[in-house]
Structure formats: C-alpha cells, structure tokens
C-alpha cells in the first residue's frame, strides 16, 4: 500500500471510532432506561389523575365558596335596600311637614279665611311638586275617554252633551302613577 493511501485507511478508521464512542453513550443511555411495564404505567396515569381531580376539586371548592359569599352579600343588600329605600323620598316630604305644622300654628289665631286656604294650596302644590320629582304623577282625569288601566268607573250618568259621551265628567278620586306604574286608579263618573 501507497503511504498516501494508508493515511487515508487510518483516518477513515478514526473517524468510524469517533462515531462509535460517540454513539456509545447514547445506546447505554437508551439501555438504562427500561420501558414501564403496564402496571407502572397505569400507575403513573393514576397518580396525574388524581393529582389532576385535587386540582379540580379545590377550583370548584374555592369557586362555590365564592358564589356562596356573593350570594349572601346580595341578600344583605337587598335587604338594606328594601328597608332603607324610601329613605330619600321621605326626606323629601319632610319640608312640606315643616309647612304643614306651621300652617296649622297660624290657623289658631287667623282671622282671614282666603290667606289660610292660599296657604294651604301652596302647601298642596309643593307637596305635589316633590311627589312628582319622586316619580309619583297625578292621572288625568276630567274629559278624558275611560281607560281600564288608569281609571275606575263607580258611577255612570246621561251625558249632558254628545261629545262627553263616554267621557269622564267627575273624579271621585284621584289616581297616581309611579315611575309610569299605576299604584292608585282614579275612581271616575262616566257620561252615557
């Protein structure tokens, strides 16, 4: 053999040496580690699935124990609500009590008759004023068509014209809307 080619046999010999230690680690790693027999394997997936549930169950836990505080909290709330919500709409009438008690006070040594019924109209539209900023509306009655749903006819009477027949001639009381909700019906007089 040429020197030339013996160098080459060397180094291709070398070279396959190389290769083979450095696939030698890689087959002892392969053969250290062993395949799972099915038990260990079955195992193994129990183990994640129960860790898996814990998981789940403690969300749910803490998720229900939140809903179970917000629950709790809106019942108080809304038991807050009902017994202190006609809080604002009685500090609102209060003034017109003010108005009421000093006419009262002024009617013990009045003489004048037509200034105690003007103040006491004064008094009743305020009262209405307030009323109407609280939602509450007075339901219009007189010369209206009857209508079922705002008005309650108690008494019927010949009309005295064609035009207010089936119209409303007198209210016998007056009825309120709340927030467009009607909480009294207007007792009414229909002409025939």
Excluded: W
């Excluded at 291709?12 to 890689?26: C, R, S």
């Excluded at 580690?33 to 394997?41: D, I, S």
């Excluded at 007198?170 to 009414?188: E, M």
């Amino acid at each position: 053999m040429d020197p030339k080619e013996k160098k080459v046999k060397e180094e291709e010999l070398n070279v396959e040496e190389t290769q083979n230690t450095a696939d030698q680690p890689q087959n002892e790693q392969a053969e250290d580690v062993t395949p799972l027999t099915p038990e260990e394997k079955l195992e193994k997936e129990l183990d994640e699935a129960n860790a898996t549930i814990e998981e789940q169950k403690d969300k749910y836990l803490r998720l229900s124990a939140e809903f179970d505080n917000y629950r709790k909290r809106t019942i108080k709330e809304k038991a807050e609500l009902i017994l202190n919500g006609s809080e604002k709409s009685i500090s609102s009438i209060l003034p017109v009590i003010d108005d009421f008690e000093r006419a009262i006070k002024t009617m013990e040594t009045a003489k004048d008759v037509n200034a105690v019924k003007e103040g006491v109209e004064l008094i009743y539209n305020k009262f209405i004023a307030v009323l109407g900023q609280n939602g509450v509306k007075v339901i219009e009655t007189i010369n209206q068509p009857l209508d079922t749903d705002y008005h309650e006819a108690i008494a019927v009477i010949p009309a005295p014209t064609k035009e207010q027949k089936g119209k409303i001639l007198d209210c016998v009381q007056t009825g309120y809307t709340l927030n467009d909700k009607v909480i009294r019906h207007a007792k009414v007089v229909v002409g025939e």
